[in-house]
């Protein structure tokens, strides 16, 4: 962060969207802990941080009378952990503007925060209203956006506030900064061999991810239900599997871009099949063309899982986006572990490995190796976008 805070209301858009149990106790709080080394260099430099965030879908979730139910959907169930983790005064503004927030903010002394009520409270927000924007702008003297996860997004809070500072007052935060350098990294001049590991549900979901990949890669690992629609491209029988027939062509064509660019792709030879999507599911191995009608590949098979983590750890530079298989049932989640395993290994021999978007840091959290990779993306969609090549608009607004 280049910014001298000394001084400096800082408002800085954090990413606080954990979850909450039914006592509206925080079941996970990473996202807390990866945004406290941005506030704490503020206070620490002399200044003073307002803190802005949503929680939740407010306006999706409306009570029966119409209005918002503040009550679950309130910041104020995040003060008392934040104190904890910052060690620091943390005041709350029961409003994200307004009166009382325009208050608190000009009362903040050096070292201590203010944590706004959510951004969601008002439409405002996810429309990116100019005024609104304004609105929050108005409350800090400088602008520091450090919610990665929100950076695809044209929010108020994400993008439109941005408008109101200048380039010598507003920057990312650390959070942000370490995202947008091992994205970039991944992409550009990165160790070979590559490897691109992508799973998932839906090949319409990853295609351009897929076609993205074909520019840098040396070799594209394809496994979870994706790989079915590969399958039946390649004119094999699928059973009962999770296919978008209307996405045949697309993968046919990948699969000639991928050949032409000299990029190997690999699909599961084998899948560990089950007669029905649920975790007690009867199970068998298939070879992953010819799988019985009634049968669905769920996970992909022994075979498929040598020959991807050979791969794997003799890549320098990995990929992971999405799950092998269907990770959630104990009996298909063999697949996904092995990747994980895979990938943790490679890392520990010197190959840098970035796991991004939603399941797939779910698996690596889950089997507790999320240490043993060198980065995990907090964002997921966001980070889709920015590996898609897109151009992020929570990025732009503060680089343009
Ligand atoms: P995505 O959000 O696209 O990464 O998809 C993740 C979801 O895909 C997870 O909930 C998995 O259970 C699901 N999935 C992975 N493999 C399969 C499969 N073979 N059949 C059905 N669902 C799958």
Not at 25 to 34: A, G, K, P, V
Not at 118 to 145: C, H, I, M, W
Not at 211 to 236: P, S
């Amino acid at each position: 962060m280049t910014i001298n805070f000394k001084d400096k209301k800082a408002l800085v858009r954090v990413d606080f969207n954990v979850p909450l149990d039914k006592a509206f106790n925080i079941t996970d709080d990473t996202r807390i802990r990866e945004a406290v080394p941005t506030i704490r260099q503020i206070l620490d430099a002399g200044g003073s941080a307002i803190l802005m965030s949503h929680l939740g879908r407010p306006l999706a979730k409306l009570n029966a009378d119409g209005s918002v139910d503040r009550q679950k959907f309130t910041l104020e169930h995040l003060v008392k952990h934040l104190r904890k983790k910052l060690k620091a005064r943390v005041h709350f503004a029961d409003d994200c503007v307004g009166k009382s927030a325009v208050k608190k903010a000009a009362a903040l002394k050096p070292g201590e925060v203010l944590l706004l009520e959510n951004t969601r409270f008002y439409p405002e927000e996810e429309s990116g209203n100019a005024e609104f924007a304004q609105k929050l702008a108005a409350l800090g003297d400088v602008y520091v956006n450090d919610a990665f996860g929100t950076a695809h997004r044209a929010h108020a809070s994400t993008t439109i506030v941005a408008n109101y500072f200048d380039a010598n007052h507003k920057c990312f935060g650390l959070l942000m900064d370490r995202e947008i350098a091992n994205a970039t990294r991944v992409m550009k001049n990165p160790a070979k061999p590559v490897t691109c590991v992508v799973g998932g549900a839906k090949v319409s979901d990853k295609i351009i991810l897929l076609e993205r990949f074909l520019d840098f890669a040396d070799n594209i690992i394809i496994g979870g239900a994706m790989a079915y629609t590969f399958m039946l491209a390649k004119k094999g029988a699928v059973g009962n599997s999770l296919v978008e027939p209307d996405r045949v062509k697309a993968a046919k064509e990948f699969m000639k871009k991928a050949k032409a660019a000299g990029v190997k792709v690999l699909l599961p030879k084998d899948s560990v099949c089950g007669d029905k999507f649920a975790a007690d599911a009867a199970v068998q191995i298939c070879l992953s063309h010819q799988i019985p009608d009634g049968w669905m590949g769920m996970d992909i098979g022994p075979s498929a899982i040598k020959s991807f983590g050979k791969v794997v750890r003799q890549s320098q530079t990995i990929i992971w986006n999405g799950p092998m298989g269907v990770f959630e049932m104990p009996s298909f989640a063999e697949g996904t572990k092995s990747i994980a395993k895979a990938v943790a290994r490679a890392t520990s021999k010197g190959a840098f490995s970035m796991v991004g978007g939603g399941d797939s840091v779910a698996a690596v959290n889950q089997m507790k190796l999320a240490k043993k990779v060198s980065f995990v993306s907090t964002g997921g969609g966001a980070m889709l976008e920015f590996l898609e090549g897109k151009e992020l608009p929570g990025i732009k607004a503060i680089t343009a």
